[in-house]
């Protein structure tokens, strides 16, 4: 029974003198209740510690997972469903289970620790867009270590799922945040490109990022652009991967064509972007063409459609200013496209092309794929391969390998069919 049902229950009982006592059991209970209120104030200052992580912070996704994997009986999750369509078409999605907002109640290092997940409905925030939110860790005592333990914890958890993989991030208003889960790392060997187009690659990075020295010596920007180009299929934005992978970077793509990325956004995109990471840009042919085109045959890139303006990319480019290595990667279709100024030296330091399927490249990866069949097929494969198609584009190979995935003999007997 309610505390004011009970009052007014007293009131109509014959036994109990009229209004008598009533107005002093009312004032004993304000005052009882006043007395608690700020006895709990007190409790709380002095016997209770508590830890805010705003949604901004870096931990705070460390710290989201830390409590999923913590509250285990808690039954109230939220879903983060990450969903990614590949240009192969495959598409990708993933359920991320983090505890919903509310209360959760975690035992911990001997304690009780209160966990409360709140996201403001009303405020959202101005940078990225998404509402507000964060995370409050309550506990008793005065003891901050189990806070830097529940730190530390989720910081290593967090680590150790990245473990050999790679982070990709994406631009979420003015910064960075990670995609969906790491996803494994993929070797560079699987990703068969033309002999010695990956070495060279491959050293020219390697070599950028073991000499920060020759480039603060000189005063140059230590930074370093590259061009991947060539037809679709080819594997330039798998190269780019797997060698994230291999030299343990993330990647931070960035989609030029967004209608909402302008010139200041792209300016501070760049500079925050995560340490140890490669900023990609795909397609970079789409955003903008080449200014002599314009604006005949493409009136709405370039022309304030996107508020990104050409220059404004080309200035973003070159303030890439940083003590970390700065490693940019563009991708194309259509070098041709691109106007000249986005490629010259210290913008692009080197370009590749990555083109369709060599003689070579087709009999290693049937060697790859069918690692138990003698080098004869291979080499048979890669032949007839070429002569029934001018230009394979490893894509498609490997949708041609899939279709035939135990039977080799079939691969190869029916190259002739093999499609885009
Ligand atoms: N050189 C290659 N070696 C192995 N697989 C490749 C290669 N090129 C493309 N692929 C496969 O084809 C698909 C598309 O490749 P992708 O890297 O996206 O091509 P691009 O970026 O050049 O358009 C991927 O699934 C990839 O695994
Ligand atoms: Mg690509």
Redesign the pocket.
């Known amino acids: 029974m309610p505390l004011s049902d009970f009052l007014d229950s007293l009131k109509d009982n014959p036994y109990f003198g009229a209004g008598f006592g009533l107005v002093g059991i009312g004032t004993a209970l304000a005052v009882a209740r006043k007395g608690a209120q700020v006895g709990m104030i007190f409790f709380r200052r002095h016997y209770m510690i508590t830890l805010e992580v705003p949604s901004r912070d870096k931990s705070y996704h460390w710290l989201l997972s830390w409590i999923t994997k913590h509250a285990r009986h808690t039954q109230h999750l939220s879903v983060e469903t990450s969903y990614q369509a ?3 078409g ?1 598409v990708h999605t993933q359920f991320d289970f983090h505890p919903s907002p509310g209360n959760h109640i975690i035992w911990y290092g001997r304690k009780w620790i209160r966990v409360e997940r709140t996201r403001e409905k009303q405020m959202v925030d101005l940078h990225t867009g998404t509402p507000w939110e964060s995370v409050t860790f309550t506990a008793l005592g005065r003891d901050r270590q189990t806070f830097f333990n529940i730190l530390q914890e989720a910081r290593e958890l967090a680590l150790k799922q990245e473990e050999g993989r790679t982070v990709m991030y994406t631009a979420m208003g003015a910064e960075w945040r990670p995609f969906g889960f790491p996803r494994r790392r993929r070797p560079l060997s ?4 033309e002999t010695g187009v990956a070495e060279r690659i491959v050293d020219d990075v390697k070599d950028f990022i073991g000499n920060p020295k020759w480039y603060t010596d000189r005063g140059i920007p230590y930074r370093r652009g590259y061009l ?1 180009y ?10 780019i991967t797997a060698l994230a992978g291999d030299l343990g970077y993330s990647i931070c793509l960035l989609s030029l064509s967004d209608r909402t990325l302008s010139d200041d956004r792209l300016n501070h995109l760049l500079s925050v972007a995560p340490q140890q990471s490669i900023v990609l840009l795909e397609d970079v042919d789409a955003a903008f063409v080449s200014r002599e085109l314009l604006p005949t045959e493409n009136p709405l890139a370039y022309q304030g459609m996107g508020r990104l303006t050409f220059s404004g990319l080309l200035n973003s480019l070159d303030g890439v200013a940083s003590s970390e290595a700065r490693i940019v990667f563009m ?1 194309t ?1 259509f070098i041709d496209r691109l106007d000249s100024a986005l490629i010259r030296p210290g913008r692009v330091d080197l370009k590749q092309y ?1 083109g369709f ?1 060599t003689h070579w ?1 087709l009999s290693q ?1 049937f060697h790859r794929f069918y690692p138990d069949q003698p080098t004869s097929d291979a080499e048979r494969f890669a032949e007839r391969a070429l002569a029934a198609h001018a230009e394979i ?3 498609q190979v ?1 949708g041609h390998f899939l279709l035939h995935k135990t039977d080799p003999a079939a691969s190869i007997e029916n190259v002739v069919q093999m499609r885009g």
Do not use: Y
Not at 190 to 193: D, I, N, T
């Open positions: 590949h240009e192969s495959r699987s990703v068969v490109l991947l060539g037809p679709p299929g080819c594997g330039k934005s798998s190269f991708t279709n990555i399927c490249q990866m584009s490893a894509a490997q």
